[in-house]
T-cell receptor
Framework: DAGVTQSPTHLIKTRGQHVTLRCSPI?????VSWYQQVLGQGPQFIFQ???????GRGNFPDRFSARQFPNYSSELNVNALLLGDSALYLC??????????????FGPGTRLTVT | QKEVEQDPGPLSVPEGAIVSLNCTYS??????FMWYRQYSRKGPELLMY????GNKEDGRFTAQVDKSSKYISLFIRDSQPSDSATYLC?????????????FGTGTRLTIIP
């Protein structure tokens, strides 16, 4: 298995623009979560999707939105970019079978720079 | 005050030493506790997860949770240079599998050969 893949790897955008980030989970994983990691900080939860339904949302403005497709891949969209949106955006896919059987893998992230 | 506090370090220890990494938290609703390792320019890697108070061991790694003190620890025995990375604690109060995790800031660890 290729692991969790994210695209693009790097992205430079201008304030006010829109961006779409993509994530492909590990085969068999139906849950995808998105996190924002600012340099020197821990990841901050943005969204979780499971079976194409939003399961959780973090404390982010409505400029952030996401969706999950029938093949369980996911997109994160950010509108009206601000300088403060510059960060590493991480996608995690997971499979929960039981308390003793849980898998979670993060992708390498998309580094977004807003100028 | 942040819900999860973690000393950012940096922490440098000689190869073979026992490493102790810690987090404190303020939200008593947290029930699930995770430890991640993150190498530079990579995504985090889940090392261990535990539920409620107690210990869990996996190879050279031991995770401890003390809910009464709101304090969690990760111990690394026989540390190796390949253990050099940033270690993140994370926790959740929701049903396990719900991934609204709250992370610490991470502790940067260097193992000196």
């Amino acid at each position: 298995d290729a692991g969790v893949t994210q695209s693009p790897t790097h992205l430079i955008k201008t304030r006010g623009q829109h961006v779409t980030l993509r994530c492909s989970p590990i085969s068999g994983h139906k849950s995808v979560s998105w996190y924002q990691q600012v340099l020197g900080q821990g990841p901050q939860f943005i969204f979780q999707y499971y079976e194409k339904e939003e399961r959780g949302r973090g404390n982010f403005p409505d400029r952030f939105s996401a969706r999950q497709f029938p093949n369980y891949s996911s997109e994160l969209n950010v509108n009206a970019l601000l300088l403060g949106d510059s960060a590493l955006y991480l996608c995690a896919s997971s499979l929960f079978r039981s308390w003793s059987s849980y898998e979670q893998y993060f992708g390498p992230g998309t580094r977004l720079t807003v100028t | 005050q942040k819900e999860v506090e973690q000393d950012p370090g940096p922490l440098s220890v000689p190869e073979g030493a026992i490493v102790s990494l810690n987090c404190t938290y303020s939200n008593s609703a947290f029930q699930y506790f995770m430890w991640y390792r993150q190498y530079s320019r990579k995504g985090p890697e889940l090392l261990m997860y535990t539920y409620s108070s107690g210990n869990k061991e996996d190879g050279r790694f031991t995770a401890q949770v003390d809910k009464s003190s709101k304090y969690i620890s990760l111990f690394i025995r026989d540390s190796q240079p390949s253990d050099s990375a940033t270690y993140l604690c994370a926790m959740s109060g929701s049903n396990f599998g719900n991934e609204k995790l709250t992370f610490g800031t991470g502790t940067r660890l260097t193992i000196i050969p």
